[in-house]
């Protein structure tokens, strides 16, 4: 139910007298409301007259009243509640992830959205304000119009500990509730990072709690608080991305409207997530034993146990909410029981492991510390699945994400003592690392420390490392190759029977020694090799422009650009045996030069490709034109060898 607090006239255009209603609005002067039902059913459209007005604030939003121009008086249209400029048609740009999540025996799904617009014109059952930010939080309440403003002041000065502020909507804003929530800025990533996911949090499970179904966010700190928007972007859609795991619900994401920037950013972070969502690992054997890392969701895992951290809310909120109420019962009845356990022993309610295991562990800001707390924290685990005659366990990346440890020190840390305690029982445990899909950053580090592990093969970085790679004094990734050497004439030659005569000169070969990438490729390498029995390994070319080469040289291929040149065979990265096909998407720079990566690509199991294929068709590993041209679906799954300038 709507309730207006300005001065008007309704309309009501749909001409079913049944259904037509005389609606009245008080005037803000004896701060009178009346009610406009909020209903579809009753009226097909109405007509307001409203005053134009347009702020500027920190959130990235800026609330025109639905985009209204400069006259004092401008026709409006609400449809279904929400306010629209009836001489302005929005452009809209949708990405939606869906997750399912399973409650009571039915699959729920939950969506991210990201459009620019109007928060206070969405239509949504809640919008989320910043209430640090004066001036979002201002206006919106002068649309809510005086009722609102009450109420908020009302709650403001009561004592409650709850971070979130919840008061109905009213007046001009569309959604029926508003949330203010406190969020500061900060300089530091980890911190930064922290605030948006708590913020996020606290959003997500207050809306769960009223049995909200839909829920619009700003793009908090990408306005005048000048924050990074990349690391927003990705914060904001991972920390949704892992709420509606627990609370499906429509999360909208809604931009300022003149900041395309913003937008597309966030709509490249929904797809990246999708795309690293899809299972990947990395394994290793250590005696008897097996340690894996792989990107999924924990709830999920297959195995004796999994591991459950008692200072992650969100970690065990996500467990406690896939196991069912019985489990959450029975923590609440241990913890309260024996508040000082070291562990928390649950039966797997729902899921489809045996047991789960919430053992107390804290953070800590000191380094040693913090990495004696990690062994402690394994050596507990470990002991307590001896204890049961349990032969498989899953860890979360404790401490990697709302904690902010380091993560090159947690997964070292603790990836070496999983090792050394494997070793030292000799004992047949597997275990599995489990990273939130999206946080590729910490897979990365967490296979990094297991390939590095690899005693077997004496594989440790050093010794995986090609053996015509040169050291640097300058650590440069990019090592100029001598002319008329075996190395360059075997680049220079391949290349030349494949360009068919299309270019006049190579200026010069540069070997790519990006240690991290091929560390990746590697550990990818050994488990294509494993699972097929066969070395599916084939040396591409891959055409672009210098920019997007330096990028590639930084940050591998990225795969949220793909289609820039087309998807006829997948959404995915592209390469081919060709070169003269390749040199089409060789952009010349100012002097004329062109580059093309000549590139070591896991082929794998290759199918027949399509403009529809998204991510690696189930069983299979590429997709291809059947002839020249290959598609993978993994950013670590092809690795730039040598990038050939030429004319």
Same mark, same amino acid.
């Given at each position: 139910? &709507? ?14 007298? /049944? ?8 005037? #803000? ?32 939003? $800026? ?22 400029? /009836? ?42 304000? @910043? ?55 900060? $300089? ?14 606290? *959003?997500?499970?207050?809306? *769960? %709690? ?40 429509? $999360? ?22 999708? /795309? ?17 890392? =792989?990107?999924?969701?924990?709830? =999920? ?35 309260? &029981? ?53 032969? %498989? ?20 840390? #603790? ?44 594989? %440790?970085?050093?010794? #995986? ?53 091929? $560390?990746?490729?590697?550990?990818? /390498? ?17 055409? @672009?422009?210098?920019? *997007? ?36 998407? @060789? ?27 998204? %991510? ?20 670590? =799954? *092809? ?9």
């Amino acid at each position: 139910m &709507k309730r207006c607090s300005y001065p008007t006239d309704i309309l009501l255009a749909d001409d079913n007298l /049944s259904k037509r209603r005389r609606l009245e609005a008080d005037t #803000i002067n004896d701060h009178s409301t009346s009610n406009v039902v909020n209903d579809p059913t009753l009226y097909s459209e109405a007509i307001f007259h409203l005053p134009t007005t347009r702020l500027n604030h920190e959130d990235g939003i $800026v609330p025109s009243y639905g985009h209204l121009n400069n006259e004092s008086s401008s026709r409006v249209t609400v449809s279904n509640g929400c306010l629209h400029d /009836s001489n302005t048609v929005q452009q809209t740009t949708v990405t939606t992830t869906v997750l399912p999540e399973t409650t009571r025996g039915e699959v729920v799904t939950g969506s991210i959205s990201i459009h620019q617009g109007d928060l206070i014109a969405e239509d949504t059952d809640v919008i989320v304000v @910043c209430r640090s930010s004066r001036t979002i939080r201002e206006s919106v309440l002068e649309a809510g119009g005086y009722l609102m403003k009450l109420s908020y002041n009302n709650e403001l000065n009561n004592s409650s500990t709850d971070p979130v502020i919840s008061i109905a909507a009213t007046g001009q804003v569309c959604a029926r509730k508003a949330y203010f929530l406190a969020w500061k800025p900060s $300089v530091d990533a980890d911190t930064l990072r922290q605030s948006v996911s708590t913020f996020i949090c606290d *959003a997500m499970s207050k809306a *769960a %709690s009223e049995n909200v179904r839909s829920i619009a966010f700003p793009a908090i700190g990408c306005g005048g608080y000048g924050c990074t928007i990349s690391l927003i972007a990705q914060t904001m859609v991972e920390a949704i991305s892992q709420q509606l795991t627990l609370y499906p619900m429509a $999360v909208s994401v809604v931009t300022q409207s003149d900041r395309t920037d913003v937008c597309n950013e966030f709509r490249k972070q929904v797809n990246l997530f999708q /795309s690293t969502s899809q299972t990947e690992s990395v394994a290793l054997g250590i005696g008897t034993g097996m340690i894996e890392v =792989q990107m999924g969701d924990i709830t =999920q895992q297959n195995v004796d146990v999994i591991i459950g951290s008692s200072s992650s809310r969100i970690l065990r909120r996500s467990i406690m909410s896939a196991a069912g109420a019985d489990v959450q019962m029975a923590y609440g009845d241990q913890c309260e &029981k024996n508040p000082s356990a070291l562990i928390v022993s649950l039966q797997p309610g729902r899921l489809p492991c045996k047991q789960i295991f919430f053992v107390k562990w804290q953070p800590d800001s000191d380094e040693k510390l913090l990495q004696q707390s990690l062994i402690d924290f394994v050596w507990t685990v470990i002991q307590n699945v001896i204890s049961y005659k349990y032969t %498989s366990v899953a860890f979360p990346a404790i401490g990697c994400g709302n904690h902010a440890c380091s993560v090159d020190l947690v997964a070292k840390t #603790i990836i070496n003592e999983i090792k050394h305690q494997l070793n030292i029982r000799n004992i047949p445990l597997s275990v599995k690392f489990i990273v939130l899909p999206g946080r590729q950053n910490v897979y990365d580090e967490f296979s990094k420390q297991v390939v590095s592990l690899n005693e077997d093969s004496r594989s %440790s970085i050093s010794r #995986i490392l090609p053996s015509n790679w040169t050291q640097s004094a300058d650590n440069s990734l990019r090592c100029l190759v001598p002319f008329n050497t075996q190395e360059y004439n075997s680049i220079a030659n391949d290349f030349d029977q494949t360009m068919n005569g299309r270019y006049t000169s190579i200026l010069r070969i540069e070997r790519i020694q990006n240690v991290r990438w091929f $560390v990746q490729y590697f550990a990818h /390498s050994r488990e294509f090799n494993k699972r097929l029995n066969e070395n599916t390994e084939r040396r591409l070319y891959h055409g @672009c422009s210098h920019s *997007a080469a330096d990028s590639i040289i930084q940050d591998c291929f990225n795969r949220s650009f793909a289609g820039t040149h087309g998807a006829t065979y997948g959404v995915g990265l592209y390469f081919s045996s060709n070169a003269a096909y390749c040199s089409r998407f @060789c952009e010349a720079n100012l002097n004329g030069e062109r580059c093309m990566f000549v590139a070591r690509v896991l082929i794998g199991r290759a199918t027949q490709g399509d403009r529809s294929i998204r %991510s690696r068709p189930i069983g299979f590993d590429s997709t291809t034109d059947g002839n020249h041209i290959f598609v993978v679906y993994h950013d670590a =799954q *092809a690795y730039a060898e040598y990038l050939i300038t030429f004319k």
